[in-house]
């Protein structure tokens, strides 16, 4: 395997960071290293708000779930779905269809993972912070996000303090399929529930007994922040 591979496959969440600043020039190559991402029909339809105020730091942490990381971190990224600036372009453009919502979302994905893989590749860690979704008015507010653009997650950034264990993922063959869908080999989710229960209490830090299936199939038992469609059509998005 060559050192890109070698940098995906060793990906882990890192929650606990050194004071090291990470420099402008390093800041600036995890940018562009996100920006040259693939984009749906190159409409690039995303910005990245920078957040270097403290107090908004503390606010946002706060609002996230107090993930108090967000603080720490030596760089906070708020990526956004943004189709306000085609919008200032030509006020014909319809961004309110879910479709385009979804072009958004990936797009922001794409250029997200980019942006982390790239950290990663420069000895730094990092981790997403969904938990902005908690509250997405709210920071939609506090960061002044005009129409047509909307806050999707956070990325925390910086110099690892801690060495996680790697997180084992589902086995290959319940992912891939192959022509058609393929129906579900529970043998392979037992298979795979028993190497997360022994990866859970094996690992350095929050040891607990669980497996993999019937934690994920409980959080999807219930809601799922059943108010995001209605921030999303406050922000003139995913409304037909």
């Not at 250029?111 to 590749?121: G, T």
Request: net charge negative; hydrophobic share 40%.
């Amino acid at each position: 395997m060559n050192s890109v591979i070698n940098t995906i496959m060793g990906h882990r969440s890192i929650r606990a960071f050194t004071d090291e600043a990470i420099t402008e020039q390093e800041f600036n190559t995890i940018i562009q290293a996100g920006m040259s991402g693939s984009s749906s029909h190159f409409m690039q339809v995303l910005s990245v708000i920078r957040i270097k105020d403290k107090d908004k730091r503390k606010k946002l942490a706060q609002l996230a779930g107090n993930q108090a990381y967000v603080e720490s971190a030596a760089e906070f990224l708020v990526f956004c779905i943004d189709f306000q600036r085609h919008y200032e372009l030509n006020e014909n453009v319809k961004p309110e269809f879910m479709e385009l919502t979804l072009v958004g979302a990936v797009d922001a994905g794409i250029m997200a993972q980019n942006c982390l893989i790239a950290a990663e590749s420069m000895g730094l860690g990092g981790v997403f912070i969904g938990g902005l979704r908690n509250n997405p008015a709210e920071v939609d507010a506090l960061l002044e996000l005009p129409a047509h653009t909307a806050v999707l997650f956070g990325m925390c950034l910086g110099h690892p303090d801690q060495n996680p264990e790697h997180k084992p993922r589902l086995p290959q063959e319940v992912v891939v399929h192959t022509d058609s869908y393929h129906s579900l080999d529970k043998a392979l989710i037992d298979g795979y529930d028993q190497t997360m229960q022994d990866y859970y209490l094996s690992r350095s830090s929050n040891v607990k007994q669980a497996g993999w299936s019937k934690e994920i199939t409980a959080y999807l038992s219930k809601e799922s922040r059943p108010f995001i469609l209605g921030y999303l059509q406050s922000k003139g998005l995913a409304k037909k």
